[in-house]
């Protein structure tokens, strides 16, 4: 039990690195090619690659159970949006050098969704978490107030979207992966018009004739989908609540980033909020080792 639950610790450590790390790196290196065609390639290779991936471990069957529900496809529809709307957004920020934005989304979601737990799923709430979720509102308000200019919008766009997006999928409880297949399918069609637009315009980088940009922009799906298997797996070896603590690995890293290597602007309000957040974040992550 014990080497399971490292393993998962191991394995959900190797996500969020990915994800804070190895991602943002790709991505970055790639954005010359402009933010709107790599959200499309970032659509259509991460099909692509969920295609193989369920082929590889024979879950076909798990795809056609989850698509005879009605309910299920409806609520993989929204989510579908959702999950376009949080990559857009991210792929914006990072080719937009505000990484150190998007890392704010990814360090206020997880307490965004206690706070959407407790709405919607009315899920109990301790003083460490009201706490905290107070402090994240005030961070919010306080770059409203302070700095309407310099105010996150992107990375509450991130933390807006990736928490809803968890409440549709907690909704319907489907198989991660299949069920970001069938999201992947619903944006595909608009994914595949918009690459078409792009191509007969001549503003594509994605070309036959030259073969290395293609495989490196075709890593776009691989480098969606591997942090993500590698994450889900590791919380089904040891949980939502050490994992949830691990996760922090990742807005961590892109923060740093943002800042040490990129150079980002980085305010005297935004450090303020940031100091809210990462109050925020200690006292809850205190509160998921003391319920662990």
């Known amino acids: 039990m014990n080497k399971e639950f490292n393993k998962g610790l191991l394995l959900a450590g190797s996500g969020s690195f990915w994800w804070g790390f190895i991602g943002v790196i790709y991505f970055k290196s790639i954005t010359y090619i402009g933010h709107i065609e790599l959200v499309v390639h970032r659509c259509l290779w991460s099909t692509f690659t969920l295609i193989i991936t369920t082929f590889f471990f024979s879950k076909w069957h798990i795809f056609f ?14 989510s579908g949006s959702l ?153 089904e070896l040891c949980g939502l609540g050490p994992t949830g603590m691990i996760f922090y690995i990742t807005p961590t890293l892109q923060f740093l980033l943002g800042f040490f290597y990129y150079d980002e602007v980085f305010s005297f309000n935004k450090l303020v909020s940031f100091i809210f957040i990462w109050i925020a974040v200690i006292v809850y992550l205190k509160d998921l080792h003391e319920n662990n």
Not at 69 to 78: A, G, P, Q, R, S
Not at 109 to 130: A, D, H, Q, T, W
Not at 159 to 167: D, K, Q, R
């Open 83 to 235: 999950i376009f709307i949080n990559w857009a957004a991210w792929i914006y920020a990072i080719a937009t050098n505000r990484i150190i934005d998007a890392s704010f989304g990814y360090f206020i979601m997880p307490i965004l969704s206690v706070m959407l737990g407790y709405i919607f799923f009315k899920e109990v709430l301790n003083k460490k978490r009201i706490f905290s979720i107070i402090l994240v509102i005030l961070s919010i308000l306080y770059l409203i107030i302070m700095s309407y200019n310099s105010l996150p919008w992107l990375g509450l766009v991130v933390a807006f979207s990736w928490g809803f997006y968890n409440l549709f999928r907690k909704k319907i409880n489907v198989d991660t992966d299949v069920g970001l297949l069938i999201e992947s399918l619903f944006i595909l069609p608009f994914a595949v018009a918009a690459f078409y637009l792009i191509s007969i315009n001549g503003f594509n980088d994605f070309k036959i004739e030259d073969p290395p940009m293609m495989l490196f922009i075709f890593l776009a799906g691989p480098m969606t989908v591997i942090p993500l298997f590698l994450y889900v797996r590791g919380v």
């Open 65 to 78: 159970k989850i698509i005879k529900n009605k309910k299920n496809l409806i609520y993989l529809f929204f």
